[in-house]
C-alpha cells in the first residue's frame, strides 16, 4: 500500500466553512469601518490564519495595530456562535471517514484554524471520532502555506511524506501540500470530498508508482 495517511483541510474541505471565517471576521472589522469585500476575500483572505488577514489589512489599508488583538478575539467568539448554529453532520464525509478508516488508514485534520474550533467543528459534524490527529495553528510555529503542519502529521504518523495523501481546496493549502512532499487531491468543494474521490486518487496514485517503477533502469 503507497498510500498510508490522509491529511484533511478543514475549511473548504471537511467543513462548508469559508462564508463563516468571512462573516465572523466581517462582523468584527465592522465595527471599526473596515470590512473586506468578497473579491478581496476570495484572491488574497482566503485560507489565511486570522492574524495573517489582520496583518495585511494594517500593510494596505492601515488597520491599527493595537486592535488585532480584540479583533481577533471577537472574530473567534463570533465564529464559534456561527458554528454552534450552523455547523452539522454531512453523511458522504462520516461514511467517507469511517471506510477510509476501517481500511487501515490513518487520517488526521491539518487547518489554520484555532484549537478549539477544529476540535468543536470536527465534533459537530461527527468526524472527531475517525480521526486519528487534528493538529491546528497553535501546534505549529507557521501555519500553510507554510508545510510544518502536515510535516507534523507525517511525523507523528511516522510515516514517508510519498505515503500522505493530502486534500485540500486552496492555494495556501496547495503549497503546503505540495512543500511537505505529499501526495494531492485538489477539491472545488466540500462536496467533492467522498470515498469514490479519494479511492480514486489513491488508485492513480499506485499506478504513477507502479510505471515510475517499471520505468526504472535496471542494473
Ligand atoms: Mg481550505
Keep these: 500500500m503507497t498510500i498510508k495517511a490522509i491529511l484533511f483541510d478543514m475549511d473548504g474541505v471537511l467543513i462548508d466553512a469559508k462564508d463563516w471565517h468571512y462573516e465572523a471576521l466581517n462582523r468584527a472589522l465592522e465595527l471599526f469601518g473596515m470590512p473586506i469585500s468578497r473579491l478581496d476575500h476570495l484572491t488574497s483572505f482566503d485560507g489565511l490564519p486570522t492574524r495573517r488577514k489582520l496583518e495585511l489589512l494594517s500593510l494596505d489599508r492601515g488597520l491599527p495595530r493595537e486592535l488585532h488583538e480584540f479583533i481577533n478575539e471577537l472574530k473567534q467568539k463570533y465564529t464559534m456562535e456561527i458554528v454552534h448554529t450552523r455547523c452539522s453532520p454531512r453523511f458522504v464525509h462520516e461514511y467517507a471517514l469511517a471506510k477510509l478508516k476501517a481500511r487501515g488508514y490513518r487520517l488526521a485534520v491539518c487547518s489554520n484554524s484555532i484549537r478549539l474550533t477544529v476540535r468543536t467543528m470536527m465534533e459537530k459534524a461527527a468526524l472527531a471520532k475517525y480521526l486519528d490527529l487534528m493538529v ?10 507554510d508545510p510544518e503542519m502536515y510535516l507534523r502529521a507525517i511525523e507523528t504518523f511516522n510515516i514517508r511524506p510519498e505515503e500522505c495523501l493530502v ?15 505529499a501526495h ?20 492513480e496514485v499506485e499506478i504513477e508508482k507502479q510505471k515510475a517503477i517499471s520505468e526504472e533502469p535496471r542494473a
Design 184 to 203: 494531492l487531491l485538489v477539491v472545488q468543494s466540500v462536496d467533492d470530498v467522498t470515498f469514490d474521490s479519494i479511492t480514486d486518487r489513491i488508485a
Design 167 to 181: 486534500v485540500e481546496d486552496n492555494e495556501n493549502g496547495i503549497r503546503a501540500a505540495k512543500a511537505a512532499g
Design 136 to 145: 491546528s495553528n497553535e501546534d505549529v510555529t507557521h501555519g500553510k502555506p
